[in-house]
């Protein structure tokens, strides 16, 4: 079993940064892959970014690349999201989560964060 908790959301103007954490609960952390996901008002919940065990592999959505970074820390059980140049399209509830597989579709992650709402004003 593992619990998470994102944390770092907020309300900034188009243009700001922002980075999310995501810790998770247990020593098994190291041997998930983890992702993160948002999900806009009347929006399905979509991946954003994703990172292998060791983050030797990272995968972002195109609507982010370039502008956001994913990383972690297994030895403080934390995965990142760094956010930059953001726009008021990425207004949404941000979730972490973690799964077996290093995978970009939601059905593969067993985890799941309460999540954290990140406000884009223009």
């Known amino acids: 079993q593992v619990e998470l908790v994102e944390s770092g959301g907020g309300l900034v103007q188009a243009g700001a940064s922002l980075r999310l954490s995501c810790t998770a609960s247990?020593?098994?952390?190291?041997?998930?892959?983890m992702g993160w996901f948002r999900q806009g008002p009347g929006k399905e919940r979509n991946v954003v970014a994703a990172?292998?065990?060791?983050?030797?592999?990272?995968w972002y959505a195109d609507s982010v690349k370039g502008r956001f970074t994913i990383s972690r820390d297994n030895a403080k059980n934390t995965v990142y999201l760094q956010m930059n140049s953001l726009k008021p399209e990425d207004t949404a509830v941000y979730y972490c989560?973690?799964?077996?597989?290093?995978?970009?579709?939601?059905?593969?992650?067993?985890?799941w964060g309460q999540g954290t709402q990140v406000t884009v004003s223009s």
């Open positions: 990172i292998a065990w060791s983050g030797s592999s990272t």
């Open positions: 247990g020593r098994t952390f190291g041997r998930y892959s």
């Open positions: 989560a973690a799964g077996n597989s290093y995978s970009t579709v939601n059905w593969d992650y067993s985890y």
